[in-house]
């Protein structure tokens, strides 16, 4: 679903043909990683709210199989859920603490235009 952060992204995507949008978030990692396996370069972009939708891709195909999967996610009502809409709240202060349960060092920070990056990676 396209959303503020992203916009540009989208936008440039989509004047280019290189967006495909799908159902939901979980579906998108799932597309990506199965695309990556055939050489493709894919990407995942999604907000936290979505982490959920992620999770039975993530864990049941992407880590286990080690394929490779890009996913760029927004933190809404991160770092600070207060300065936030309050439908962020709990998402926004869990995210980082689900991606890191989850997979090794999965998170990466950048000065950005956009808040965060992340790149799941691999358990060793």
């Known amino acids: 679903?396209?959303?503020?952060?992203?916009?540009?992204?989208f936008n440039a995507m989509a004047d280019k043909h290189l967006y495909r949008?799908?159902?939901?978030?979980?579906?998108?990692?799932?597309?990506?990683?199965?695309?990556?396996?055939?050489?493709?370069r894919t990407a995942v972009?999604?907000?936290?709210?979505?982490l959920g939708n992620v999770i039975n891709p993530l864990t049941l195909r992407v880590l286990?199989?080690?394929?490779?999967?890009?996913a760029?996610?927004?933190?809404?009502?991160?770092?600070?859920?207060?300065?936030?809409?309050?439908?962020?709240?709990?998402?926004?202060i869990r995210a980082m603490d689900?991606?890191?349960a989850i997979?090794?060092?999965?998170?990466?920070r950048m000065q950005c235009r956009y808040p965060i990056r992340a790149n799941f990676t691999t358990r060793s």
Not at 1 to 9: H, T
């Open 45 to 50: 972009l999604l907000q936290n709210s979505g």
């Open 103 to 108: 997979a090794k060092e999965p998170v990466t």
């Open 98 to 100: 689900l991606l890191r």
């Open 64 to 70: 286990p199989y080690q394929l490779p999967a890009l």
């Open 1 to 9: 679903m396209p959303f503020s952060y992203f916009g540009d992204a």
């Open 21 to 40: 949008s799908l159902s939901n978030e979980g579906l998108a990692l799932s597309y990506a990683a199965g695309r990556s396996t055939s050489g493709r």
């Open 72 to 92: 760029f996610m927004s933190l809404c009502g991160w770092p600070n859920a207060n300065a936030d809409e309050p439908q962020h709240a709990v998402m926004g």
